[in-house]
Each structure stands twice: as C-alpha cells, then as structure tokens.
C-alpha cells in the first residue's frame, strides 16, 4: 500500500475561500490559525447537508493509518460549482487542505481538494 | 326629498364604484424566479470590519466576548443553526442560499432553499391574532404599497412578531434576548430588475436601539436553468451539544470527539 504522509502548511488564500462558503454555522471550532494539507484516500464521499464530507485514510508518520472525518461546504453551493455525489469515489487518492479540530482530534474542515500531482479536482471529469 | 334620497344614493354608489376600481385596478408586482445574496453572511451586509460593530447592550456585547472566548476554544457557542436548529427571524433573510418569493393577494410567501424554510407573510388586512404561537420565523404580516402611484404595488412593508428563540443575527456570535420580544420590520423594494432590497429593522432588548441594515438580493429570471437544492439539516450534522459541552460526531468510528483540547473522548459502551 502507497505510504500516505501528512505535512503541515500554510494555506490562507484557500481557507478564506472556504470560510466564504460557510452560512449553516460557525467554523470556531476548527483550527484556522494552523491548517494541514492531508494527502490520503478517499473511504467515502458523503454529498450531504447540512455540510459534505470527505471521510479520509491518511497514513500517519509513525505509520498508522488513522481515517479523518473532513467537512465541506454544503450541497447547494457544490452542485452549483459541478460537484454530484459521484464526484469522489472510494479509493481515489487525492491532496485536500483541511482546518483541524482544536481538539486533536482526526476531523477537520476542508478545502481545495487536489489530484496528487497537485492539480485541481476536476468534479465534472467521467468516471 | 325623493330627490335628495336619489342623490344620496347615486354618490353613495359612485364611490362604491370609484373604490372598486380603485382595489381591483392595482396590481400585484411579479417577483418570480430566484434571488441570491449580495454580500456578506455578517448580519451587516458589508461585513463588521466596515459597517461598525452591532450596537449590543453592555450585558450582550459581554455575552459576545465569552462566546468568542469560548470559541478561539473550540466551543461552539452562540450560533443556534450548528445544531440545526433553523436560523428563524431576522437571521433568515441572509439566505446563505437562494430563495423564490410569490405574491398573492392574500399572502406573500418566501420559500428559502436554506433549511427549506417558508414565511408566510399575511397580506389580507388582517389584524394580530389574540394569542400568536412562538415560531422561528415570528408570525408576519404585511401590507402593500403604490409609492410611484402607477397602479402597481411596488413595495411590502413587514412586521413579524412572536418569534421563538435561541436565535443569532449570524454566525459570528451576535445573539439575540432570550426573552425572545423580538420585533422585525421590513421594506421589499424592488430597485430594479436584478435587484430586490430589504429594509430590515431589528427590535430586541439585546441591542441598544433598533437597528437598522439593507440587505439585497439578486435576481435569475424564473427558467429550466434555476437550480434549487433540498437542504435536510439532520441529515449529516456532526456537530452535537451534550449539557454544555460540544462534540464532532466521528460517525465512522462511532464515537463523539472533543471540540477542545482537555475535554474528554465519548465512546460507545459495549456490551461484551
């Protein structure tokens, strides 16, 4: 299995843009001061409201797959920007920028989802 | 005598005429298709950095600074719609996502794609009802208006009370009272033909007076290419409240896990 790696930066211009997409409820509790870029697999796409999700394997640097819930912008702002719930599929490995949990914990809110050459998403491209 | 009666009679039924004409000559404006925010989700369109902080009294601009505290935290407090509980009156019309309006004579009707929401807004001359059940979106009744008197109502002034609460005018911990005596005024114009402007007034005991902001919304002619999405709130919520403590729901993992740092992981107790 491909070695996922988790590295940190700094990503503003792409965490402003989700804050902008956000009227259901605050984003207080996400870290925004310090977000991570999380490369990993897709286990579901969850094309649901009130938010989407990604839930997400990233392997860890000890080695340890640890599988992160990220939540998105809802379904009326993406389906107008081309995203369906088929956009994403198990398996698909893809880069995603994500805002963690004050806490620690392994959930996050994300943006800019990325192919792993770095490129956009494209959520109309056929499966 | 016979001749007064007749004359009486032929004025009276001349301004019946006259006041029929009148009601049944004014036409009702057509507001159809979608309309989409302009501007910020802050409850001042512009944003506070510009518009000036909410005037809040003393006891709620206090009760803003610990919810904020409390949220550079991780704590989700003073934004009610986090737990899906709907945004209600004012904080509706920011609509994070479009909504339609219909006009009929007896009511106005504003059906909101964000928590698929509807107002109904009594146009029928009717007075306030002797008890009014609280509910998010108040109880509202509205009343039209010619101001360029060309025989086409152009403007729906809206008062709304009776609101149910615990309500916020957004998500940046503005609440309102909890004594939820809320009264919410409007003015609907139509600028043109892209534009729909709302005059929104805000009565409430956590403000020092009332408050006043414009809201404008822009307009995508009714067609096969209006998108309208259903929005289920408790669909996918992962945000839950126990007591005061707030927790993400790892639903893949089945368990609640802190908003915070300190506060304890909730898992499932298992039956061996």
Redesign the interface.
């Known amino acids: 299995m491909k070695r996922f790696t988790l590295f940190i930066i700094l990503f503003l211009p792409a965490m402003m843009l989700a804050r902008s997409s956000?009227?259901?409820?605050?984003t207080?509790?996400y870290?925004s001061d310090n977000p991570v870029e999380l490369q990993g697999r897709v286990?579901?796409w969850?094309f649901?409201?009130?938010?989407t999700?990604v839930?997400l394997a990233v392997e860890d640097e000890s080695g340890e797959e640890v599988?992160w819930?990220l939540?998105g912008s809802?379904?009326?702002?993406m389906?107008?920007r081309g995203w369906t719930p088929d956009s994403l599929q198990a398996g698909d490995e893809i880069i995603i920028t994500v805002r963690p949990?004050?806490?620690?914990?392994?959930?996050g809110n994300y943006s800019n989802i990325r192919n792993l050459d770095g490129t956009p998403f494209d959520p109309k491209a056929k499966r | 005598m016979r001749f007064t009666l007749r004359y009486i009679f032929i004025v009276f039924a001349a301004l019946s005429v006259s006041s029929c004409t009148q009601e049944t000559t004014m036409t009702y404006p057509d507001w159809s298709g979608q309309w989409t925010r302009i501007g910020s989700?802050n409850w001042e369109p512009e944003g506070y950095a510009v518009a000036g902080e909410p005037p809040l009294t003393p006891e709620y601009q206090a009760k803003r600074e610990e919810f904020q505290r409390l949220?550079?935290?991780?704590?989700?407090v003073?934004?009610p719609?986090?737990t899906?509980l709907p945004p209600g009156m004012p904080r509706l019309m920011?609509m994070?996502?479009?909504f339609e309006m219909l006009v009929t004579p007896a009511s106005a009707y504003i059906l909101a794609?964000?928590d698929s929401a509807v107002r109904r807004i009594y146009t029928d001359g009717r007075d306030w009802p002797a008890y009014m059940l609280p509910e998010f979106n108040g109880y509202s009744i509205g009343q039209w208006h010619d101001e360029n008197n060309d025989g086409i109502y152009d403007m729906l002034s809206v008062e709304t009370r009776s609101i149910k609460g615990p309500r916020s005018f957004d998500?940046?911990?503005v609440v309102l009272h909890d004594n939820n005596e809320t009264i919410v005024l409007e003015e609907f114009r139509r600028l043109d033909d892209n534009t729909l402007e709302n005059t929104i007034t805000t009565i409430d005991d956590a403000l020092t007076g009332p408050w006043t902001v414009k809201r404008s919304y822009s307009h995508t002619p009714p067609s096969d290419e209006v998108?309208w999405?259903?929005?289920?709130?408790a669909?996918?919520?992962?945000?839950i409240k126990l007591g005061d403590e707030?927790y993400?729901l790892?639903?893949?993992?089945g368990t609640l896990?802190?908003?915070?740092?300190g506060?304890p992981?909730l898992i499932q107790e298992l039956d061996n």
């Open positions: 956000y009227g259901h409820h605050s207080a509790i870290d286990v579901e969850q649901t409201n009130p938010h999700f839930i599988v819930s939540e809802n379904t009326s702002l389906f107008r949990l004050h806490s620690g914990a392994p959930g | 989700l949220r550079d935290l991780g704590v989700l003073g934004d719609p986090a899906c920011t994070s996502f479009p794609d964000w998500s940046s911990a998108i999405v259903e929005y289920v709130c669909e996918n919520n992962r945000h707030w993400f790892n639903s893949e993992e896990d802190p908003t915070r740092q506060q992981r």
